[in-house]
């Protein structure tokens, strides 16, 4: 198992949801933790929250999606901590609608977040972890990188682009102290439906009925999400399924790797 008591962990979107969950069970095991976020308020709550687990605990603003903020990064994490030995990529967003009524500004903006805030971030922190005795990067993907549902494209894509990331990565620094693990959540019960990016001129109702129908697929609680997430990664897991629902669709998808969604449509209408 990868000891985690006294190593250093930087997570991305760290203010609420998985992040939060994924730092709440790195605390737990006695893991230091620079957590940034774009949401300065709610960062201050899970510092706050966490602080009864006597690690060291730093706290910084940061919007993945911009390189200048991304590559000055390290050093103000080497201010507060003497090393990084985890990387977790979780920072992401959504975006609702089908390609033809996704604005290529939108496409473009949450591929800046959930794309290239992973690799930006993973090449800035990329000489520290080398430092490092054992350092892993692990990246946040979706069932949605293994599947591609539809009204999804800009946020499959998103993910896909991840997860082939994330792998290629995984067999170039093979021989290295570095080890990469990719996450696949299913629905996770998190407001990341409530806060997806809605496509202009979709109404109102529209709108809500799309969220309502969303909520009703994520289910599992973020704390357990991110403990799943942690225990993969103590075990040094190269990929990580996260809940019985992306186990399933993930070993459908295998079976039918063309013609899943049929299965899959049915079977969500039951």
């Not at 201050?44 to 966490?50: D, G, H, N, P």
């Not at 202009?200 to 991110?226: I, T």
Request: aromatic share 6%; charged share 25%.
């Amino acid at each position: 198992m990868l000891k985690l008591q006294g190593r250093t962990a930087v997570v991305t979107g760290a203010a609420g949801g998985i992040g939060r969950a994924i730092a709440t069970s790195l605390a737990g095991r006695g893991c230091n933790l620079a957590l940034a976020d774009i949401d300065e308020a709610a960062l201050e709550r899970t510092a706050a929250e966490l602080a009864a687990h006597k690690v060291r605990i730093s706290r910084h603003r940061l919007d993945v999606s911009e390189r200048a903020a991304v590559a000055a990064f390290p050093q103000q994490v080497t201010a507060e901590h003497p090393g990084v030995d985890l990387l977790v990529n979780n920072a992401g967003v959504a975006l609702a609608g089908t390609f033809e009524q996704v604005a290529e500004a939108d496409f473009e903006w949450l591929f800046s977040i959930n794309f290239w805030g992973v690799v930006r971030m993973t090449r800035a922190f990329l000489p520290l972890l080398h430092n490092s005795e054992e350092a892993r990067i692990v990246n946040i993907s979706s069932i949605f990188g293994i599947i591609a549902p539809p009204g999804q494209t800009a946020y499959c894509a998103s993910k896909f682009a991840v997860r082939g990331f994330s792998e290629s990565l995984r067999h170039e620094l093979a021989g290295t102290r570095i080890g990469v693990t990719v996450v696949h959540p299913g629905g996770v019960a998190t407001a990341i439906a409530q806060k997806a990016r809605e496509p202009k001129g979709v109404s109102v109702e529209e709108a809500a009925e799309r969220q309502e129908r969303a909520k009703s697929f994520l289910r599992l609680r973020p704390e357990v999400a991110g403990e799943t997430i942690v225990c993969g990664v103590e075990s040094r897991e190269p990929r990580v399924l996260v809940g019985s629902d992306a186990a399933v669709m993930a070993i459908v998808e295998r079976l039918m790797p063309v013609h899943y969604w049929s299965l899959l449509k049915r079977r969500g209408r039951r």
